[in-house]
């Protein structure tokens, strides 16, 4: 089991920047991937960007050269980096985890990000 807690959250004009963390209780090495999703009001929670543990990564077409995924195995924290952010990046952001090869079991709490225009 791992418990994951995002933050960095916040509210940004268009064009901005954020980083959000994902600090994991147990090592993220153990964990086979850590993605990013996001929930905007009324629409299915999506894919932003995974990483495997072996660094592997697979961004969105949206956010493909202004999203970056990171991660610091010493801090077990995974971080998503998100440069000249759109009105439509607004979203819930949720951190997750999987051990396996199937859906991700573990979810954080989400952390809001508002792009104003």
């Known amino acids: 089991q791992v418990q994951l807690v995002e933050s960095g959250g916040g509210l940004v004009q268009a064009g901005g920047s954020l980083r959000l963390s994902c600090a994991a209780s147990?090592?993220?090495?153990?964990?086979?991937?850590m993605g990013w999703y996001r929930q905007a009001p009324g629409k299915q929670r999506e894919l932003v960007v995974a990483?495997?543990?072996?660094?592997?990564?697979n961004y969105a077409d949206s956010v493909k050269g202004r999203f970056t995924i990171s991660r610091d195995n010493a801090k077990n924290t995974v971080y998503l980096q998100m440069n000249s952010l759109k009105p439509e990046d607004t979203a819930v952001y949720y951190c997750?985890?999987?051990?396996?090869?199937?859906?991700?079991?573990?979810w954080g709490q989400g952390t809001q990000v508002t792009v104003s225009s």
């Open positions: 997750a985890a999987k051990f396996g090869h199937r859906g991700y079991d573990y």
């Open positions: 147990r090592s993220i090495l153990s964990i086979n991937s």
């Open positions: 990483i495997t543990n072996g660094g592997n990564t």
